[in-house]
């Protein structure tokens, strides 16, 4: 009697109830642990503007918040070659954390202007030199920033997204459906037009950074020939730093675009936005243009700001550990 009373019994909980309440829970816990947007207050500073050279497309919310911690290796799988299905290598590796603050300066798209070369080289700060490589003074304005003791950057045009950027494409840009061999050789090439380089970060490229086959490609050959890589970050989907980081690269990246709009107030405030940003641990990439209302604005700047708050781009950049 008693073994039928406690079988009628069971039979009142339906089978299909545990899923539901675990799931049910699962939520629950979910929201408990989320963060928070109170948490990334920095990312009110990124701008949206129009952008003038570059192929930006990030919105503000979506800016990571790239504090050091284990990375885990992304799997190669949304894209394949005939050339290459392999997969990106497993490794995880450590990062410091970083305990900088302070704003580092790079300054894209050089090579077309000297004079607003010798502009940016006479401010005196520490400022990262990014040439373009097939540009008409590539190389003199490598040895010109080398000179002045500032570091050298390949400034490697990369697919764009935004349909007026794709037009102005030429043969000088890594593409989406270019091989690796290809990738690697369009990167040789950049290397062999700009000496002295240490670094490298993206030209536009809000496509292609976002896919993680090329991305590896790229990451590399960074690795092989011992460059850092700052991610222009041109698309909150770019995938770069991920992958920069599972190939254990000395990576960085950028956090304000000094002048998507070159009018004075809108340089002022994403100036501001960078000083603020600069007091966080890690600090501040900021990304300018060799404008000459940007020049102006440097000039102006650089007289009575606080020189101790530049800092050289290299000590701002996440290393690998061990
Ligand atoms: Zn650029």
Redesign the pocket.
Known sequence: MRKSKRKTRKKQHPRWLYPVLFGILTVLVAILIWPSDSQYDVNKDIQSDVPV??DIQVAPSQVDVDEPKVIPAPMVTTRSTPSSTKPVEQRVYQYDALRTHGIALVI??VGYDLPALRRVLALSIPVAI?I?PDTPHAKEAAEMAHKAGQIVML?M?MEPENPHYRERMDDSFLRGDMSEDTVKKMLLHGLGKVPYVRGMN???GSFLTSMPEPMAWVMQFCRDHQLFFVD?KTSPKSVASDIAASFGLTWGSRRIFLDNSVKEDDIKQAWLSAERCAKRQGGCIVIG?PHPETLNFLEQQMTHVKPKMMRVVTDLLHVPQG
Do not use: K, L, W
């Open positions: 050279y570059e894209d798209d990014s373009i400034h045009p993206n030209h536009m222009s243009h």
